[in-house]
């Protein structure tokens, strides 16, 4: 079994930046694949960023891409999500997933373990 908490979310005015966190315990992630994805009301969840097992890798939404930051730390089995320049349609609630594999998927059936969410709210 993995837990993963998602920490970090908040109020930040428009143009703002929060950087979230995904703590894992039950096993090590070193091998597998990381995700942020996020969920705003009244519409299905969607894709953020993805990053490899080694961090080689990243891929990102382009509704995100260039504003979003992905990494991790193995060694404190945590993954990380930058956010800066902000904007009020990046309100959701945003979720990490542990992948399958070692190499990250824009899908969510590619990930097999998820943590709770933490809101992110971006006031205009």
């Known amino acids: 079994q993995v837990q993963l908490v998602e920490s970090g979310g908040g109020l930040v005015q428009a143009g703002g930046s929060l950087r979230l966190s995904c703590a894992a315990s039950g096993r090590t992630l070193s091998t597998y694949a990381m995700g942020w994805f996020r969920q705003a009301p009244g519409k299905e969840r969607e894709f953020v960023a993805a990053?490899?097992?080694?961090?080689?890798?990243?891929y990102y939404a382009d509704a995100v891409k260039g504003r979003f930051t992905i990494s991790r730390d193995n060694a404190k089995n945590t993954v990380y999500l930058q956010m800066n320049s902000l904007n009020p349609e990046d309100t959701a609630v945003y979720y990490c997933?542990?992948?399958?594999?070692?190499?990250?998927?824009?899908?969510?059936?590619?990930?097999?373990?998820w943590g709770q969410g933490t809101q992110v709210t971006v006031s205009s």
């Open positions: 997933a542990k992948a399958r594999r070692g190499l990250g998927s824009l899908r969510d059936s590619a990930y097999d373990y």
């Open positions: 990053i490899s097992w080694s961090g080689g890798s990243t």
